[in-house]
């Protein structure tokens, strides 16, 4: 009885118990275990290991910077080429109506007669000539006049030797005008031997061959509008029957020819 009192049976708590708190930790924070388990590559107690290396990011680089420039450059010629498009189209467009509304024609013009006052060479073959020339411009347009102004210039050429020379009179040529100048030619020329023997055959044959030329400045009225100036260009190409002075002069054959000079 006295052994049974002995014995005491003392409670155990076995959640406090079963609870157990190291120290320390089993793998210090920041090392790596080994797979292996190898106590060698374990770092003495107490001492923590150094840190594992970073890993550095290679250098990103700069970005080119943005074509702006050639971005801006493009956007300027598209707009300078949208532009002379655009002014283009408006001119065509003006000058369509104009036409309409205008309806021009070219003039035109005519040598209707010539003859000889003068003309003698003399023994170094330098011909000395005096033409009466009758010129005829018609204006056709009913809505167009013309200003012929001052210094123009006006020839008589036999092959490439000019034999007199003359000017027009300043004057203004209305809506479907006729105006018939009587203008006088004056003029020398040096003559070669044959240029002179040709010269002599075509009054033989009875067909001398002369080139009328005129270069007048003229400016355009359309309305009320006077437009700038430009130069009308006429080209005569004729044929007469002889150049005796005196003598009425027949023109067997006469193409005119007008162009305009801007």
């Known amino acids: 009885m006295a052994d049974h009192q002995r014995m005491r049976i003392h409670p155990v708590d076995l959640e406090a118990g079963g609870r157990h708190r190291p120290t320390a930790p089993l793998v210090p924070g920041g090392s790596s275990r080994s797979d292996k388990g190898d106590p060698a590559a374990q770092p ?14 290679p250098p990103v680089p700069p970005l080119p910077p943005p074509k702006r420039r050639r971005g801006c450059c493009c956007r300027l010629i598209c707009c300078v080429l949208v532009t002379v498009v655009l ?3 408006l001119a065509a467009a003006a000058v369509g109506a104009l036409y309409l509304v205008f309806d021009p024609k070219a003039p035109r013009y005519s040598v209707d007669q010539l003859s000889v006052s003068a003309f003698q060479v003399d023994p170094t073959l330098t011909a000395t000539a005096r033409f ?11 809505r167009i006049g013309i200003y012929y102004e001052a210094g123009s210039s006006l020839s008589v ?28 030619m004056a003029g020398q020329a040096q003559l070669g031997g044959a240029v002179m023997s040709a010269l002599q055959d075509a009054q033989r044959t009875g067909a001398v061959p002369l080139v009328f030329r005129a270069d007048v400045p003229v400016r355009v009225e359309l309305g009320s509008l006077r437009l700038w100036k430009v130069t009308s260009r006429v080209r005569c190409d004729l044929v007469v029957d002889s150049l005796g002075v005196n003598n009425p002069v ?8 007008f162009s305009l000079k801007l």
């Not at 009466?132 to 009913?142: E, F, G, L, M």
């Not at 030797?161 to 009587?182: C, D, E, I, K, S």
């Open 132 to 142: 009466d020339v009758t010129v005829t411009a018609a204006n056709p347009n009913a």
């Open 157 to 184: 050429w036999y092959d490439a030797h000019r034999l007199a020379r003359g000017a027009l009179p300043a004057f203004y040529q209305g809506h479907r005008n006729t105006t018939v100048l009587a203008v006088v």
């Open 44 to 57: 003495p107690h107490g001492h923590l290991p150094p840190p594992p290396p970073r890993r550095v990011a």
């Open 250 to 257: 027949n023109i067997k054959a006469s193409n005119c020819k």
């Open 87 to 89: 002014l283009a189209v």
